[in-house]
């Protein structure tokens, strides 16, 4: 092996030699493995992955996903997931009941520009994904703090099995949604609260590729740093 976790790597650069296993963003060549991404390295046993610094959505089946209707049709509705695709949210994965073909107004349920967040079902590159509103913590979203970061971002705000977002829930008494997509939703019964988890959040995006995140995180969470609302506002929206 030629490189150590968490360490900067580009596209082409060797990252090890032998029966290592190809993870994401990286490709064989013979009994080498190669970064296909400008990114930080993952390791994983005798898995290789690279974490890409920028980079576009790309949809998974099972991931949750926020996203923006941006169009009704016939039989449910059009989902800017941030994608290079749009999703299908067809009407029965929505309602219990089996709906009708005709005769109901689908916008009176999910209008254009309402919030939503979904799973998806299906996604194979030949067609537009397929996603669900059906399952606890799914449907349209009615208020919070929307937060836009890089895609590529998402596991590390995640944290090795939910670790560092564990953390940031904990000190902020902040609820905090994570969509796979790059969008997160902030909600907390006080401003300070949600400003304090925000800009955590902003925070482990600018340095995700960082050693001593996680450390740095927790003191800057233990300290209840404040007063930097014009900067909140400015990478925010709010749903109301």
């Known amino acids: 092996m030629y490189v150590e976790r968490k360490q900067l790597v580009a596209p082409g650069e060797i990252l090890a030699e032998g029966k290592y296993t190809s993870g994401e963003n990286t490709h064989r060549e013979g009994d080498k493995l190669f970064s296909s991404k400008v990114g930080v390295v993952e390791i994983d046993g005798d898995k290789l992955g690279v974490v890409p610094l920028k980079g576009c959505y790309v949809p998974r089946v099972d991931d949750v996903v926020v996203g923006r209707i941006v169009d009704i049709v016939m039989s449910g509705w059009m989902v800017g997931i941030d994608a290079p695709y749009p999703a299908l949210l067809p009407a029965s994965e929505v309602f219990e009941q089996r709906v009708p073909r005709s005769g109901m107004d689908l916008s009176k349920t999910f209008g254009v520009g309402d919030l939503v967040v979904c799973k998806v079902l299906a996604f194979d590159r030949t067609r537009d994904p397929l996603i669900t509103a ?65 800009q955590a959040i902003r925070m482990i995006e600018r340095e995700a590729h960082t050693q001593g995140l996680t450390d740095r ?15 909140v506002t400015r990478e925010t929206s709010r749903v109301d």
């Open 134 to 198: 059906k399952g606890p913590g799914l449907g349209k979203v009615t208020s919070g703090r929307i937060v836009k970061i890089s895609p590529a971002k998402i596991p590390r705000l995640i944290g090795k099995k939910g670790s560092m977002i564990a953390i940031l829930k904990k000190e902020t008494g902040a609820h905090i949604m994570v969509g796979q997509n790059g969008t997160v939703l902030v909600s907390a019964k006080h401003p300070d609260a949600e400003n304090t988890a925000i």
């Open 217 to 231: 995180i927790q003191a800057r969470l233990g300290t209840g740093r404040k007063g930097e609302q014009s900067e």
